[in-house]
């Protein structure tokens, strides 16, 4: 049962982000066609992010697998997007640092949950993380120093670093009872 089609679309994330990685930051990032590429890859991978789940729960393939794997395979590809755009001089290390210590907090945050038998199911503004997040990658990947798209990159990168604290105060202000001590 492990090898689903969700579970497939998962894997299938994590095996593409090697190759989108390559592309991106083969010759620096100057290649037009290397960007591209690196783009498709990556509007790929974000497809089975949004699939993997829809299909997972509409034809109850949900697996210990899926839960566990799905989130790691996202985490994996937007850290690793992000982190060429740090390396490509488009995106400030400082925010990038910002989001992967959201990630690692609210990871963290899930551990102590489920330990205590609670799911703590994705909010709205986590939603909003993620899209912003993508949005942005994409803007970037695309790299136009013409407008409109430049000033859409330009206004994305504080939207979403606003959006990834706010969608962090939110978890924990929502879930503080996980945090308390049960005597």
Known sequence: ????????????????????????LIHNGEVFALRMIALVLFLIASLTD?????????????TNFGKFMDPLADKLLVCSA????????????????????????????RLVAADQGVVIAASMWGKSKTVSQMICIVLLIINMEEPPLSVLAAISIPVMTILTVVSLLDYLMKNKQVLEEKH
């Open 50 to 62: 949004l699939l993997d789940g829809k299909i997972a729960r509409k034809y109850n393939l949900v």
């Open 82 to 109: 992000l982190i060429c755009l740090v390396q490509l001089g488009q995106l400030p290390a400082w925010i990038v640092i910002i989001i992967i210590s959201r990630e690692f907090i609210i990871s963290g945050f």
């Open 1 to 24: 049962m492990i090898w689903t089609l969700p579970n497939k679309l998962t894997v299938l994330r994590m095996i593409l982000v090697p190759f989108f990685v390559a592309a991106l």
